[in-house]
């Protein structure tokens, strides 16, 4: 599923792409991608909005319209797709919408998974997503007591919690484990053990990890692609995930895979002892 940094990197290449156009209209070819409010409702609303500015919170990409904000998840697969009236429908493309200078933006997903929303504008900070979402992982508020606060009554894995949107919102199941990876923390840690020290390494390097993901277009695993000839390299800088049985590139020992809330978890048993009892 994209992350954080793919989710910034797609919101980069629309903004290039459609910032200050028009959308005149739009066809939904699967009503179920529509998330808020009914599809009918969201055409209406939609007819003749001018794309204001784009950016993201959690893994929504959000764009800000006159009346209204735009909002996309792009789940396991979401695609954008820049095309024109001449252009033949694909099955996987779901929503159409028609800009003022001709050109089609095409919203796709094979798995039917992603979801659309279009909220007015004062209602954006009273609805969900945004009233379930914790810090954006660079908010100052994000901080040794606010992760205390969450964490010390925690019986649970680390590595649980920090895919736990509620809290600090965007980190995904690639970024997690490298995440504690630099921070030499075992992913079966629980929560409430953590030391001071330990919870001022998951912050530095929450940000460390994912700068460094979004400076290289994120993370390309699978079938993952952003949109039309983007693709990221992060994957490239992988620490430890997917790479079972190789190498540590700091120990030599070699990485191991484990399931821990039913994701796939992948650690170095040496960089990251577990903690004694």
């Known amino acids: 599923m994209p992350e954080k940094p793919e989710v910034i990197t797609v919101a980069k290449k629309l903004e290039q792409k459609i910032l200050n156009k028009k959308i005149k209209g739009v066809d939904i070819l699967y009503p179920n ?130 895919l736990d949107q509620s809290i600090i919102t965007g980190i995904g199941n690639i970024y997690a484990d490298e995440i504690l990876f630099l921070s030499n923390i075992n992913p079966l840690t629980k929560a409430s053990s953590l030391t001071d020290e330990n919870l001022a390494s998951i912050i530095k390097n929450t940000v460390k990890v994912l700068d460094k993901a979004i400076e290289e277009g994120g993370t390309t695993i699978r079938s993952y692609t952003s949109e039309e000839g983007v693709t990221g390299l992060f994957q490239n800088s992988l620490n430890v995930h997917q790479r079972q049985n190789e190498e540590c590139r700091i120990c030599k020992s070699k990485i191991i895979k484990i399931k821990v809330g039913g994701r796939g978890t992948y650690y170095c048993p040496k960089c990251q002892k577990e903690k004694e009892n």
């Open 33 to 162: 991608i529509v998330l808020y409010p009914d599809v009918a409702t969201f055409k209406e609303n939609i007819k003749n909005e001018k794309i204001q500015s784009i950016t993201t919170r959690g893994k929504w990409i959000v764009i800000e319209l006159i009346n209204n904000y735009l909002l996309f998840h792009l789940r396991m697969e979401g695609k954008f797709f820049f095309r024109t009236k001449e252009d033949e429908i694909n099955k996987h493309e779901h929503a159409i919408f028609y800009l003022d200078d001709d050109t089609e933006l095409r919203f796709a997903d094979v798995r039917k998974f992603a979801k659309i929303m279009l909220i007015p504008r004062d209602k954006l900070y009273t609805m969900k997503p945004y009233t379930e979402l914790g810090y954006e992982p660079w908010d100052k508020n994000l901080d040794i007591k606010y992760l205390k606060d969450k964490y010390q009554k925690k019986n649970i894995p680390i590595k649980t919690l920090l």
